[in-house]
Antibody, heavy 131, light 107 residues
Framework: EVQLVESGGGLVQPGRSLRLSCTASGFTFGDYAMSWVRQAPGQGLEWVGFIRSKVFGGATEYAASVKGRFTISRDDSKSVAYLQMNSLKTEDTAVYYC??????????????????????WGQGTTVTVSS | DIQMTQSPSSLSASVGDRVTITCRASQGISNYLAWYQQKPGKVPNLLIYDAYTLQSGVPSRFSGSGSGTDFTLTISSLQPEDVATYYCQKYNSVPRTFGPGTKVDIK
């Protein structure tokens, strides 16, 4: 069974750090890009960022709201993706989901281009930033 | 950045009704659009990707259409288990923005 399990959430004071983990099972983790998505209480979904597979250099991209504060990494040997969150703000309070991101491949004359959607979601872990 | 809007923000329909939700991008995104369903208190679930490709295991009453800037999600015959909030998401480029959601319930 394909599964993603997030952990590491909790209550943290503003300005402090927290690291979330996403442990994958049931598929070849290294073949996929992985994303983090968050949902503030009673609000919609917000894409946080993602990391490509090692085949694409493990490159990362981030939302403007977290760029410079959050870092996504991966350990393919352990099938784990991480979200390191520094300088946390009260507005970072949310449920954080990790997702598996398969690619839709489009062939152009100049080469192949990869576009990532989210087909498997974890159950989420809650982060509360409050003094 | 490309902005995503959805309409309506909420709707109420009867069981068996045909329901259509619209998603609009502020710039063209080709067909790089996904639809997700989030039932109350649950995790989001992928329904459709590449604007019209049904994800495996999703009932065939769900369908997607559109390209460029205008997209629709259609539920051909609304069922009680379809009560949920539906989100579109563009993924042609970063940021991979979600729409604000459309809440669907039963009349």
């Amino acid at each position: 069974e394909v599964q993603l399990v997030e952990s590491g959430g909790g209550l943290v004071q503003p300005g402090r750090s927290l690291r979330l983990s996403c442990t994958a099972s049931g598929f070849t983790f290294g073949d996929y890009a992985m994303s983090w998505v968050r949902q503030a209480p009673g609000q919609g979904l917000e894409w946080v960022g993602f990391i490509r597979s090692k085949v694409f250099g493990g490159a990362t991209e981030y939302a403007a709201s977290v760029k410079g504060r959050f870092t996504i990494s991966r350990d393919d040997s352990k099938s784990v993706a991480y979200l390191q969150m520094n300088s946390l703000k009260t507005e970072d309070t949310a449920v954080y989901y990790c997702t598996r991101d398969p690619a839709s491949v489009t062939k152009f004359f100049s080469g192949n281009y990869y576009y990532y959607y989210m087909d498997v979601w974890g159950q989420g872990t809650t982060v509360t930033v409050s003094s | 950045d490309i902005q995503m809007t959805q309409s309506p923000s909420s709707l109420s329909a009867s069981v068996g009704d045909r329901v259509t939700i619209t998603c609009r991008a502020s710039q063209g995104i080709s067909n790089y659009l996904a639809w997700y369903q989030q039932k109350p208190g649950k995790v989001p679930n992928l329904l459709i990707y590449d604007a019209y490709t049904l994800q495996s295991g999703v009932p065939s009453r769900f369908s997607g259409s559109g390209s460029g800037t205008d997209f629709t999600l259609t539920i051909s015959s609304l069922q009680p288990e379809d009560v949920a909030t539906y989100y579109c998401q563009k993924y042609n480029s970063v940021p991979r923005t979600f729409g604000p959601g459309t809440k669907v319930d039963i009349k």
